[in-house]
């Protein structure tokens, strides 16, 4: 009976063929583990049976990360195992193993005594360069967000400094439009209508100028990754 839930055991891991460095089956009423696959390869032969612990707490060993070594250890806590796999889904954690990078432990439910949760299989992958690219696209958001955030600061300066630059060759501008209007007006401030149309073209060139080299020293906005 234990060779055919071993061949069984197998079975299950053959059908995710090279996905997992690692494979164990877990017996929760006596803490013992048995190993179907490790470092990439099927096990021949007998399956050596340890205590599951001293797998987990080996694994613990290579995490150097305390915070990351404390979530682990309590992932694989087999005392809460049923009580966290109850809705019948897998669980995983993802950790950083100073053996072999970054891997993802899963834990998913193998069989049932009387309603009873007995036994897990426990699998580890190894995900070192799905990682180091996941790690790599946040760092790129969070340098595009900085680097928006700048650009937006930029932009609100360069506003609150047109608006202050604008302002007073604008009402020039306008000023000098209401004369040419009013013929009567322009004769009692006694300037001429070429003149006022020269200060308008003055007001105007400086305005366009003004424009143009605060615009050039505005950021360029990069690409964000999608």
Not at 91 to 96: A, G, L, N, P, V
Not at 143 to 166: G, P, R, W
Request: glycine share 4%; hydrophobic share 40%.
């Amino acid at each position: 009976e234990n060779s055919q839930e071993l061949m069984d055991s197998r079975a299950v891991v053959d059908t995710f063929g090279n996905m997992f460095f690692a494979v164990y089956k877990v017996n929760l009423e006596d803490n013992t583990l048995i190993r179907l696959k490790s470092g990439g390869l099927m096990e021949s032969g007998a399956a050596e049976i340890k205590k599951a612990t001293e797998v987990t707490n080996a694994i613990v060993y290579t995490i150097s990360n305390p915070e990351m070594r404390q979530k682990f250890a309590e992932f694989a806590d087999l005392s809460t195992l049923p009580e966290r796999l109850r809705s019948g889904k897998s669980i995983s954690c993802e950790h950083f193993s100073n053996v072999y990078g970054w891997c993802r432990s899963s834990i998913a439910p193998l069989k049932y005594k009387s309603g009873k949760l007995t036994e897990v299989l426990f699998i580890v992958q190894e995900i070192d360069d799905e990682k180091k690219k996941e790690l790599e696209y946040q760092k790129t958001l969070v340098e595009a967000k900085l680097e928006a955030q700048s650009a937006s600061e930029a932009k609100t300066q360069f506003l609150n400094n047109m608006s202050h630059d604008i302002r007073t060759p604008m009402n020039a501008i306008i000023g000098m439009t209401n004369l040419i209007l009013k013929e009567d007006i322009i004769k009692a401030v006694k300037i001429s209508i070429p003149a006022a149309v020269e200060q308008v073209i003055m007001c105007g060139a400086y305005i366009t100028s003004t424009v143009i080299v605060a615009t050039k020293s505005l950021p360029k906005p990069s690409a964000v990754p999608v």
